[in-house]
């Protein structure tokens, strides 16, 4: 609890159109920024943690790194790879840490990336096996169980999810990171595509090329550090014994359920001490939800608290008149990070640099990245 920190934060740009750039051209560069804006140099990271897109060792030869005493590859959401890194920390295997991922669009999400032969021949050498058709992973999960959210509480609907979709792109509107920034309103989410019933193409993220990384250390040792530390005052993951879309007993008993109780019984602080949510959203479904498991309503009513708390001359919600959600657009608009554009843009608000969305006076940032089933996750910030 606050003894480690974020003390460097770097990023690159996030496209969904680059076709002359490889995925770790992106990882090494937000690495190489993140390490700059740490104020420590190169020679001072002793620890990495990547995802699985560039693996550690590669990380190390790549930015010439002489000596690591801790590192790991870790899979996804980015807070995973975050408290791996805080735990290296706080066991003393290492002193300051790397966290870097990257995203790269698959040719089957992107009709650019679909163009570019050097990503087409990547997935065709690749283990096949991924997209098995008996398989409900992913959209077709997450579809069904929205179905039967509905379904047990008939007076939610599709506009609950619009609502979040069109939070999301008015956020992303004052974020020039974003890769959708053009206004949408509830009608526009009514007509849009349909993907897989009761999802449309708004309901899920973007594929993007583009990458994260942040630079961790005690928080002793970024008091002497050039940023305001971003503290980790909490964190934790969730599983239940069925981890699986098909195999979840019941959308009520997920990894969501099993993060919540875990992080308030590990922090000092409380829903009401949050001046910041942000909710995952690899699909709109997943961040409605959210907002019922952290406990800002009660269950089948997430729907209702949002059309009470939402601005609508901002197009946006804002929980009791001031608490943001997703100020920088969320996976739906900034783009798809799986979770680290959220861990970027909490530190970089709770530093005071997020510009014209700043959101004012805020000390504290409530995360909640990842899904349902095998990912879920929660973290509290906080700045002194």
């Known amino acids: 609890m ?59 030869s ?25 735990n290296a920390i706080l066991s003393g295997s290492a002193t300051a840490v790397l966290v870097c991922h990257g995203v790269y669009r698959n040719p089957s999400l992107s009709r650019s990336a679909a163009s570019d032969p050097f990503r087409v021949r990547t997935v065709e050498l690749a283990p096949r096996g991924s997209n098995n058709p ?143 949510f942000f909710p995952y959203d690899g699909f709109s479904t997943i961040a409605l939800n959210w907002f019922e498991n952290v406990g800002y309503c009660a269950r089948g009513e997430a729907g209702d608290f949002i059309r009470s708390n939402w601005n609508d001359q901002r197009q946006r919600i804002e929980i009791d008149g001031r608490i943001l959600v997703n100020t920088h657009g969320g996976s739906l608009s900034e783009g798809g990070t799986q979770g680290s554009g959220h861990l970027r843009e909490a530190a970089v608000q709770l530093r005071g640099e997020a510009g014209e969305r700043q959101a004012p006076g805020i000390k504290t940032a409530l995360l909640v990245p990842g899904g349902f089933f095998f990912n879920a996750s929660g973290l509290v910030f906080r700045v002194e």
């Open 2 to 60: 606050d003894q480690v920190a974020i003390v460097g934060v770097g990023t690159t740009e996030y496209t969904r159109h680059s076709t002359d750039r490889s995925s770790s051209s992106f990882i090494l560069e937000a690495c190489a920024n993140a390490i700059k804006d740490s104020g420590l140099s190169r020679d001072d990271i002793d620890g990495i943690c990547a995802s699985g897109s560039m693996s550690a060792y590669k990380v190390q």
């Open 62 to 86: 790549a930015l010439g790194i002489p000596e690591i005493t801790w590192w790991d590859n870790v899979s996804v959401p980015t807070s995973f790879l975050l408290i791996q890194a805080m």
């Open 134 to 276: 008996e398989s409900v992973f992913g959209p077709v999960g997450y579809a069904a169980w929205t179905s039967q959210y509905f379904h047990q509480f008939p007076y939610t609907s599709r506009k609950d999810l619009g609502l979040i979709a069109v939070n999301n792109r008015s956020n992303a509107a004052l974020n020039d990171h974003a890769v959708m920034r053009d206004a949408i309103t509830l009608d526009d989410y009514m007509a849009a595509r349909m993907v897989r019933e009761p999802l449309c193409i708004l309901d899920m993220d973007i594929p993007i090329d583009g990458a994260d990384a942040f630079v961790v250390t005690s928080a002793k040792r970024a008091a002497d550090l050039p940023n305001r530390p971003v503290l980790i005052h909490a964190a934790t993951a969730g599983q239940t014994k069925h981890p699986e879309e098909e195999s979840t007993i019941s959308i009520f008993d997920t990894g969501q359920n099993v993060v919540m109780k875990s992080l308030w019984e590990k922090s000092d602080l409380k829903l009401s001490d949050m001046d910041i």
